[in-house]
């Protein structure tokens, strides 16, 4: 099975810091060693427009989300489209490998694959997971919650009836920002992870 793949590199905010942060994201998708079939880079009005718009502007089979301040590891796309073509079942996300890269230039040992766990108690998709596009405007593509995101996405493409897949060899590299949203604000984390719980009645 053929399918076209895009990478969708989503921002909001400081319109100059993001797109000077974005450079090193779009950087690892031009050295991808398979070419995706396109890719954007979007900056809206808040991180689910950017990256709403940006899927519904390419137009390709599979999305991949690429965080502004992360990379894909020169193979990633080569992987993805492996594992697609040999698939019989396009509604698969495909959960990538990651590897953390801290600020003082240092990364993990190895990369590995977030262990598997019940989507109803926590999150073990990265962002770069590749989405069906399909599925992923059905179930009306990312939320406007302030963190936690891509989980309630993952969670309602699920109960569409997608079904879960690994590519170990596809490596994300997640730039650990202790800035960053998803750690400034623990009781945030903890109201939106409460909410979405509540969302789907678990």
């Not at 950087?27 to 396109?38: F, G, L």
Request: hydrophobic share 40%; charged share 25%; with cysteine.
């Amino acid at each position: 099975m053929n399918s076209t793949i895009g990478v969708v590199v989503g921002t909001y905010g400081d319109r100059l810091e993001w797109s000077r942060i974005a450079q090193r994201a779009i950087r690892s998708i031009h050295a991808q060693t398979r070419k995706p079939d396109d890719w954007i880079h979007v900056h809206g009005g808040s991180l689910a427009d950017a990256r709403n718009k940006g899927a519904e502007i390419l137009g390709t089979d599979q999305l991949i989300f690429l965080d502004a301040d992360d990379e894909l590891d020169s193979r990633y796309v080569e992987a993805m489209m492996f594992n697609a073509e040999l698939s019989s079942n396009r509604w698969t996300i495909w959960r990538p490998s990651t590897i953390g890269v801290y600020p003082d230039g240092s990364t993990d040992e190895s990369a590995v694959m977030i262990p598997a766990s019940d989507l109803k108690r926590r999150n073990c998709i990265v962002i770069g997971a590749m989405c069906p596009a399909d599925a992923f405007f059905e179930v009306g593509g990312f939320s406007e919650d302030p963190v936690l995101e891509d989980w309630d996405l993952w969670i309602r493409c699920v109960r569409s009836g997608v079904a879960i897949s690994e590519t170990p060899q596809a490596i994300y590299r997640v730039f650990v920002n202790p800035n960053g949203r998803n750690q400034v604000d623990p009781a945030l984390h903890g109201r939106v992870y409460s909410e979405i719980l509540r969302r789907y009645l678990w």
